[in-house]
């Protein structure tokens, strides 16, 4: 956290004027929006102490079989958008049948399918880049809601709330919080513990699926190559919301600070003119940082250690609660600055 707060007031300080512009802001939702869905699922995959590599694969392969059935073979976009987002479900379902059924651990199976996925996606689109979709499509990645927001994040808010209410109202919600804090004691009580991990890698590839059509609506394109960083992003997103990777403990709001912050990273990393690759190598130390900060608090709580610690020690729920509330009061600053900074500019010029 304190790294990208950092980052960001160095380009407050070095590129204000390029930064805090109304429609620069817009592009930082518009950037965020793509990857709620996958963090909402994500959330849920990582609670269970899972993990899902495959994510950008997924995207690319839905995005390029949509592609064909709108461009080679006349389907209706009303008829290749629910298919898209149905295969991407399916490749869920293999996911998730593969770490459950062959005991493959989560991590070595889904980068393997991974590797699948985007061969796949290769052999399909034959190095073709895909375009000029129907403007129904187009709107899904970039549309606008007249005197609202934009089409993607409405979409990608719709399944933020979505994802808060499976994962705090429902059955599949408890089960994950229960097969991430002890699967052995989950099993013993009677949780399906496979079912649901299965139901879980669904979800996932089901919002992956999502994902890549709103990339192919985006860039009103796609190609084999799409959305190679996907996996890399929305994990340090959902981390850096204080999801544990140890599993257990999660939060639907806190992924939704991580996106808004990681998309402000990446997009003070390009107003900077940083080159495109370090947003990856950001990322990766977002995600190191992170888990290390806290498997920090967690040792220094079992030691029993006083000092600052024990003034701060509470229950875990609470002080996910106030890093959370931290998290977002640094983008509501940014943003509220971003408009008063926008202001002003536009009534100097």
């Not at 399909?124 to 934009?150: W, Y």
């Not at 996910?320 to 900074?341: D, E, K, M, Q």
Request: some cysteine; charged content about 10%.
């Amino acid at each position: 956290m304190a790294m990208i707060a950092a980052l960001l007031l160095l380009m407050l300080a070095l590129e204000p004027a390029r930064y805090f512009r109304l429609s620069n802001f817009d592009i930082i939702l518009k950037d965020a929006a793509l990857y709620m869905p996958m963090a909402m699922a994500m959330t849920i995959v990582i609670v269970t102490r899972g993990i899902d590599l495959s994510i950008g694969s997924v995207a690319a392969l839905t995005a390029i079989v949509m592609g064909y059935m709108l461009k080679s073979y006349g389907f209706p976009w009303w008829i290749a958008v629910p298919l898209a987002i149905s295969l991407g479900a399916l490749c869920g379902l293999v996911n998730g049948l593969i770490i459950t059924k062959l005991r493959v651990p989560d991590l070595i199976g889904t980068l393997a399918m991974d590797l699948a996925y985007r061969g796949l996606a290769l052999v399909l689109a034959k190095g073709v880049v895909l375009s000029r979709f129907p403007e129904e499509v187009v709107a899904i990645g970039r549309g606008q809601i007249p005197g609202f927001l934009p089409v993607p994040v409405v979409i990608g808010l719709t399944t933020i709330v979505a994802g808060y209410f499976i994962y705090t109202r429902t059955r599949l919600g408890r089960y994950a919080i229960a097969i991430g804090s002890n699967p052995e004691a989950a099993d013993l009580t009677g949780v399906p513990v496979n079912r649901y991990k299965v139901y879980v890698y669904v979800l996932m590839g089901a919002m992956a699926g999502l994902a890549g059509v709103m990339l192919a609506g985006k860039l009103n394109a796609v190609q084999a190559t799409s959305a190679p960083f996907f996996n890399l992003h929305v994990i340090a997103a959902v981390v850096v919301g204080g999801t544990s990777l140890f599993g257990g403990r999660g939060s639907m709001l806190g992924s939704l600070a991580g996106v808004l912050l990681l998309a402000m990273m990446i997009n003070a990393l390009v107003t900077l003119r940083i080159e495109f690759f370090w947003q990856s190598v950001a990322s990766g130390v977002v995600i190191i940082l992170s888990v290390a900060f806290y498997t920090w608090l967690q040792m220094k709580d079992r030691d029993g250690q006083g000092g600052m610690m024990a003034a701060l020690r509470t229950p875990e729920n609470r002080r996910l609660g106030r890093f959370i509330l931290t998290i977002l009061a640094i983008v509501a600053a940014l943003f509220a600055l971003g408009w008063l900074f926008a202001g002003e500019t536009s009534a100097v010029r």
